[in-house]
């Protein structure tokens, strides 16, 4: 007999399309997707990249999925085991949590959340929102934690252990190492005018105020050397700050604006050190997307995957706006990259969806006990 459970998510996300395919694929569960929007499944607006964005990658293919405002929501949740959760911020899924609680189905939470990246503020503001997530919890009789950081965020809320489930924000590490080879890396490399012998220092995502990258931009600057003795800075993706940092930057600094899923593994693999130094970053996937491709990280101490992906092999961590501090990672970084490149693919593989699906199955037989 299979385990029906009903996943609720705002929309159809790049990064959780290949993990749904797994679980619908695995026969403990009879998975159904419903989605509060479908917008991203085409072409649209994205308001962080600035740009037009349509992905290269199947989102809503391999799994039974639907808009929540298509279905009967109420015999939906009904003929449930679970309703797994992601986030509590919307009506519908406020709705959703209420109904399930209501028809006696359990809750299964996962969300983003921990103090560092999202912080309560000062009473009594800090006091209104505590009481508001706790009403929330309350509702729950499971949390999926994606990280160590997030466990302790649920344990702050009286949450005890045997409630909580490892379930690893992960991507498809397959999908990465699989196309980030030597031969990609030189494509990438040669259409941007690289050097073969020449090092690459990454930054890919959004070019927005809370990602920081001016201050990757300014550590760069401050490197010894010439720009022709430096690394190359390789600034994938776009946003508000685009125009700024071309400004700002010179000879060495290669924009190369918005790149889908399926080109990202070419381009992290021709680097030789990926940088992601956001302040409050809950997680930062691309963490796990370098990685996946062979490729050391540098993180600042606000990024939520810096805890349990980074360590002494597989990058470094640096103080969030620590310029100087940056700039010395980044030296070390870029003298150890093999190394730490080696590591990291290798640490990588322990955080996968396999590691999601077991947390799932623990969260399932929780219910069942």
Known sequence: MTFKLVYLVSH???YQAPLLREIAADSFFDLEVLFEDDFSDGAYRDKGFAVDVHWDVPLRSGYKNALIGDVDLEATVRGADAVWVHGWQSAALKRAISLARDLATPVWMRGENWIGAMPDGAPPMKWAKRLYRRRIFDKCSAFLAIGSKNKTYYKDYGIPDNRIFSMPYAVD?????ARATPQAAA??????????GRKVL???GKLSRRKHPELLLSAWQSLAGSAEEKPILLIVGDGEMRAALEAKAGNGVIFTGFKNQSEMPAYYAAADLFALIAEREPWGLAVNEAMASGTGVIVSDEVGAGFDLVDEQTGIVTPAGDLDGLTAAI???LARSGDMGRAAAAKIQGWGFAADIDGLKAAARHVAS
Do not use: D, W
């Open 187 to 196: 494509e990438v490399r040669a259409r941007h005018g690289i050097g073969a």
């Open 173 to 177: 590490n397959a999908f990465f190492s």
């Open 202 to 204: 990454l930054y890919a």
């Open 331 to 333: 030296t070390l970084g």
């Open 12 to 14: 159809p996300i790049q």
